[in-house]
């Protein structure tokens, strides 16, 4: 069995941005572009890393 990667990736990203951007909004009516922005991509990294392992880069 192999999984769509392309369908996961793409769902965690959409869900991901749905988090984030409610989260921004969570405690405040206007937060700024950047707690916006920031809330999106914690929310996304956060979905992705909960359906993939990610291995540690050395160089």
Do not use: Q
Not at 22 to 32: I, M, S, V
Not at 36 to 58: P, Q, R
């Amino acid at each position: 069995m192999k999984p769509k990667t392309y369908n996961l990736m793409e769902r965690c990203i959409e869900d991901g941005v749905t988090y984030g951007y409610r989260r921004a909004f969570k405690h405040t009516d206007n937060p700024p572009e950047e707690v916006i922005l920031d809330s999106i991509v914690s929310g996304v990294m956060l979905e992705l890393s909960a359906w993939f392992d990610f291995e540690a880069v050395t160089e």
